[in-house]
């Protein structure tokens, strides 16, 4: 009797074989293990490349938008400004387009009050909450939400974001 494998060879969505340890999964679940990450996952280092741009995308859009760096190990950073930009957009959405709320009144009460969070735990904390109740958050976000920021680093020729409106509005941009 031969044994159920523990390396497996799997190719990915993306066409890459890579050689996988299953041996933390019973015998019996292997294979269909195997299936699953052919079926539904690109390679690591596909996926690398994929999460580098987007969280690139996501960082050119919060400086577009005017928002402060996060403050935070570089983990929970780049955690915190998807979750804050995901936020941002459903809370827009979920406000703005259904007519809830006016443009200018989530310019003020979540953009405005948004920039002064600059802890990225506070948005790891809070990323279950409704994208609806995001202005009542922000309205007394605690004393955990603005954090102190590491040593400025040289002065940037780079200009200020404009007053008055941000680029957040653009539909067409952040769909």
Not at 21 to 49: I, V, Y
Not at 68 to 78: K, W, Y
Not at 79 to 104: H, K, M, Y
């Amino acid at each position: 009797m031969t044994p159920i494998p523990t390396e497996w060879d799997i190719t990915h969505t993306c066409g890459h074989t890579v050689r996988k340890n299953l041996s933390d999964k019973p015998a019996g679940q292997r294979a269909g293990t195997a299936r699953w990450f052919a079926k539904n996952r690109q390679c690591p280092a596909c996926e690398a490349t994929q999460r580098a741009a987007e969280d690139a995308e996501l960082r050119a859009e919060a400086e577009r938008d005017g928002m402060p760096e996060l403050v935070g190990n570089d983990g929970a950073v780049r955690w915190a400004v998807r979750i804050r930009q995901e936020f941002l957009r459903a809370s827009f959405r979920e406000l703005v387009e259904t007519n809830l709320v006016d443009a200018a009144v989530f310019q003020s009460d979540v953009l405005e009050t948004a920039r002064r969070v600059t802890a990225a735990r506070w948005w790891i904390d809070n990323r279950e909450i409704a994208a609806v109740d995001l202005p009542e958050l922000l309205a007394e976000p605690g004393p955990g939400a603005i954090a102190k920021a590491p040593a400025p680093a040289a002065a940037s020729s780079d200009p200020a974001p404009a007053a008055g409106w941000v680029s957040f509005f653009d539909k067409e941009a952040n769909r």
